[in-house]
């Protein structure tokens, strides 16, 4: 169930998202946006970091854009780290014929693993607890 506050906050936004999206047809060149990251969470802590994306929309006013690059840093006050770069054009590689790619690097220290490569060792310290 989505809560009543962010219900509205969506509502609020929709209508601006679509007057920014039928603005981008008729922009050139580039543009540069960015916004601050800010969360919480009882197991990872405060978080903060940036993310700004680059959009390209070259001489021909491409819609939605000639391309896109979009770049987020972030961390948590318990040592979390994430960082990835995402790139997406809908016209570089000629029409019908989309790029996209991302590049990610995650610093979850907590975070269970089990697949290959995953040589954890029992300790006893844990056993006894239990």
Do not use: C
């Not at 770049?71 to 809908?90: A, C, I, M, N, R």
């Amino acid at each position: 169930m989505i809560r009543p506050i962010y219900a509205i906050i969506l509502l609020l936004i929709h209508p601006l998202h679509l007057a920014l999206a039928q603005e981008s047809s008729s922009q050139k060149g580039f543009n540069i946006t960015g916004i601050p990251v800010l969360k919480f969470n009882s197991d990872e802590g405060f978080g903060y970091g940036a993310r700004a994306s680059i959009y390209n929309y070259a001489e021909g006013g491409y819609n939605p854009y000639f391309y896109l690059t979009d770049t987020q840093v972030s961390f948590t006050t318990e040592g979390q780290k994430e960082v990835f770069v995402f790139f997406d054009s809908p016209f570089l590689l000629g029409e019908g014929n989309r790029l996209t790619g991302e590049v990610r690097y995650q610093d979850n220290d907590f975070t269970p693993y089990y697949g290959w490569g995953d040589g954890s060792q029992l300790l006893e310290a844990f056993e006894e607890i239990n």
